[in-house]
């Protein structure tokens, strides 16, 4: 079976129809380790791709100012076989006054030694709100390694929701650190859900600044392990608007 084969089935695995990636209204972009194996554009959305030496990839999504798009965005970063390493640094990007939903899937079916690390910036524009979904699946074997550095930042009036799942498969080893900075009157909700067991380790730190005049946020986090699994969970709040 094709890397591009294994990594459409584990889609499944996060909820999502394989079908999106032959859906000519839906963007996507699937990358296997540091190479992007399909990738496609629609009015509104556009996708850039630079492969460096191996284990890097860089992207950027951008949604155009003024765009509502219908159609969930898909971007997806895998690891289809036993082992392999993967660095991404991506650029999610909403001009003012633009809408989208997103979905953000980390797929590592077969892993049994392997390790991805994603540096995410993201930019929500004056007006402008993006739903934003991270979903992975990590195989049964426990030994995935996830490091993911966030920094989002929201303009005025501005909305940003997001939402991570990881339930299926075992998780191995998350640790996930995100700040989100709010200007004036933008909403942020955070939340997660996240389920650990065997020997797994699961370190969540979610910060929310509201730096601006009537910002408002909410974190949501459950997190359940069992056996052996450890969890570290952190949630912060900080208020600097005068």
Aim: charged fraction near 20%; glycine fraction near 8%; hydrophobic fraction near 45%.
């Amino acid at each position: 079976m094709s890397d591009l084969d294994l990594l459409t089935q584990a889609l499944v695995m996060t909820g999502a129809d394989p079908a999106i990636l032959s859906d000519a209204q839906t963007a996507h972009l699937l990358v296997s380790c540091h190479r992007a194996m399909s990738q496609h554009e629609i009015p509104g959305v556009t996708i850039q791709v630079a492969e460096s030496p191996a284990p890097v990839v860089t992207a950027k999504v951008v949604i155009g100012e003024g765009r509502h798009i219908e159609k969930p965005v898909h971007v997806c970063f895998g690891i289809p076989r036993f082992s392999g390493e993967q660095e991404a640094k991506v650029d999610l990007v909403l001009e003012d006054d633009a809408h989208a939903t997103v979905f953000l899937h980390g797929l590592f079916p077969e892993v049994e030694d392997a390790a991805h690390r994603m540096d995410l910036s993201i930019h929500v524009g004056q007006g402008s709100s993006l739903t934003f979904r991270e979903r992975h699946f990590h195989g049964p074997h426990g030994s995935m390694q996830v490091q993911t550095r966030v920094t989002v930042s929201v303009g005025k009036a501005g909305t940003y929701t997001f939402q991570l799942w990881l339930v299926k498969g075992r998780v191995g080893n998350l640790m996930r650190d995100s700040v989100v900075n709010l200007a004036e009157d933008a909403v942020a909700e955070v939340r997660a859900t996240v389920f650990g067991s065997g020997d797994d380790e699961v370190r969540l730190k979610d910060t929310i600044v509201l730096s601006g005049c009537c910002a408002r946020s909410l974190i949501e986090t459950v997190v359940v392990v069992t056996d052996n699994a450890k969890a570290d969970i952190t949630a912060m709040t900080e208020a600097h608007a005068q």
